[in-house]
């Protein structure tokens, strides 16, 4: 069974451009979460997907947005970059929300320059 | 004060040495989860408890309820468990992960 795939694995941007992160979950996972991780605030909660509806959102600005496609990928995409976006973006399939096994993906790490 | 506090922040070893690493953690919680990250950043999940104990191959979960309170012992370390390991609770009515801020593991030969 494959386990999460999440492209590109490394990404290197310039201020004020967008981006757009894909994660591929686990076949037959309906559940999609992101996180960022910095070495300043560690890993932090973006949002979570599940049946293609964001059923919850951390404290991060507008700019940070995503969606899920009815096979259960899932898309982040970040407008306007600024240099602090430079972390490692994670994300984790699980079969249904709430409290169930989280498998992770390798990470996207994106640089802003 | 961090919802979830993990002990110690760096650890270093002999190969050979059993390893305990603590966590802490503040709310109530339906589960909690140990986590590996090698260098590279792939986060890889270890062990998923909502109570008693959990082993898998050299390494062992522990969580008390009670005192909210969980630990992951390494027995037999090897250099290949270096890695940081990271604590993260799923608390009651959130629906998301909250994270402890990791422990760097590092084994000597």
């Known amino acids: 069974k494959a386990g999460v795939t999440q492209t590109p694995r490394y990404l290197i941007k310039t201020r004020g451009q967008q981006v757009t992160l894909s994660c591929s979950p686990i076949?037959?996972?309906?559940?999609v979460s992101w996180y960022q991780q910095t070495p300043g605030q560690g890993l932090q909660f973006l949002f979570e997907y599940f049946s293609e509806t964001q059923r919850n959102k951390g404290n991060f600005p507008g700019r940070f947005s995503g969606r899920q496609f009815s096979n259960s990928r899932s898309e982040m995409n970040v407008s306007t970059l600024e240099l602090g976006d430079s972390a490692l973006y994670l994300c984790a399939s699980s079969l249904t929300t709430g409290t169930t096994a989280a498998f992770f993906g390798q990470g996207t790490r994106l640089t802003v320059v | 004060k961090n919802e979830v506090e993990q002990s110690p922040q760096n650890l270093t070893a002999q190969e050979g040495e059993f390893i305990t690493i603590n966590c802490s953690y503040s709310v109530g919680i339906s589960a909690l989860h140990w986590l590996q990250q090698h260098p590279g950043g792939g986060i890889v999940s270890l062990f998923m408890?909502?109570?008693g104990k959990k082993k898998h191959g050299r390494l062992i979960a522990t969580i008390n309820i009670q005192e909210k309170h969980s630990s992951l012992h390494i027995t037999a370390s090897h250099p290949r468990d270096s890695a940081v390991y990271i604590c993260?609770?799923?608390?009651?009515?959130?629906?998301?992960?909250?994270f402890g801020t990791g422990t760097r593991l590092t084994i000597i030969p």
């Open positions: 993260a609770v799923d608390s009651f009515g959130n629906e998301k992960l909250t």
């Open positions: 076949s037959g996972h309906r559940s």
């Open positions: 408890l909502s109570s």
